[in-house]
């Protein structure tokens, strides 16, 4: 009597216990993943700061104010003006100096395409990149850190020196220079209460530093 031959059973696996492989991540992913993360950063702490310094900010109509306004008497007047003006107005006087210098620039935009494409060179050829980051190759050659840095600093001298661009900042930085001298010396600083503290006033033009340079006091120790 032949007997009867039973189907073979087939193992079923349960999907739920299957551990799937890690992909392995190439050095191409991992720079370009690390790239907009310092991309981030670099204009969060950017922005971070801008904020902070226009909190500080005067009233543009205090700054405007032509009821305020006089000669002065002599150049140790002026001097005197000037200084206390600079430490009352100085953030209102970068976004002015700022604002001449976006207009430089804006208009003559061969100036403009030169100075957004060295400054987008600097970042993220340079400031952007890790030591972990794979070397830059272009037509199939690599260039170490040291290379990229010459090249850069190179092509920084022939857009500032050789080309219209330098021209262009040094008359917006002379402009600005002579609006806010001219702005300091003529008014007048009578009407402003200043913070005689100088851990408040900040370093130049940005008072918003002040607070990570002053050293904070140690905590003492608890017994």
């Given at each position: 009597m032949a007997e009867n031959s039973s189907p073979a059973i087939?193992?079923?696996?349960?999907?739920?216990?299957?551990?799937?492989?890690?992909?392995?991540?190439?050095?191409?992913?991992?720079?370009?993943?690390?790239?907009?993360?310092?991309?981030?950063?670099?204009?969060?702490?950017?922005?971070?700061?801008v904020r902070s310094g226009l909190a500080d900010r005067r009233p543009w109509k205090e700054l405007l104010d032509r009821s305020a306004f006089s000669k002065p008497e002599s150049l140790s007047e002026a001097t005197?003006?000037?200084?206390?003006?600079?430490?009352?107005?100085?953030?209102?006087?970068?976004?002015?100096?700022?604002?001449?210098?976006?207009f430089s620039l804006v208009t003559n935009p061969m100036s403009l395409i030169l100075v957004t494409g060295l400054l987008a060179a600097w970042m993220f050829l340079y400031f952007f990149r890790h030591p972990s980051d794979s070397p830059v190759t272009f037509c199939g050659r690599q260039f170490s850190d040291f290379e990229i840095?010459?090249?850069?600093?190179?092509?920084s001298f022939i857009v500032v020196f050789l080309t219209n661009v330098g021209s262009?900042?040094?008359?917006?930085?002379?402009?600005?220079?002579?609006?806010?001298?001219?702005?300091?010396?003529?008014?007048?600083p009578e009407d402003m209460f200043l913070d005689e503290n100088p851990q408040q006033q900040g370093i130049g033009f940005f008072p918003f530093v002040a607070a990570a340079t002053v050293p904070q006091p140690p905590v003492a120790a608890k017994a």
């Open positions: 087939l193992p079923i696996s349960n999907p739920e216990h299957v551990a799937l492989a890690p992909l392995p991540i190439s050095d191409s992913q991992q720079m370009n993943s690390s790239t907009p993360s310092s991309a981030r950063a670099f204009f969060s702490n950017i922005s971070n700061i005197g003006r000037f200084r206390k003006n600079y430490n009352y107005f100085r953030v209102n006087y970068l976004i002015v100096a700022a604002a001449i210098l976006a840095l010459v090249f850069l600093i190179i092509s262009v900042l040094m008359t917006a930085l002379m402009l600005g220079t002579a609006t806010i001298c001219c702005h300091g010396a003529f008014r007048t």
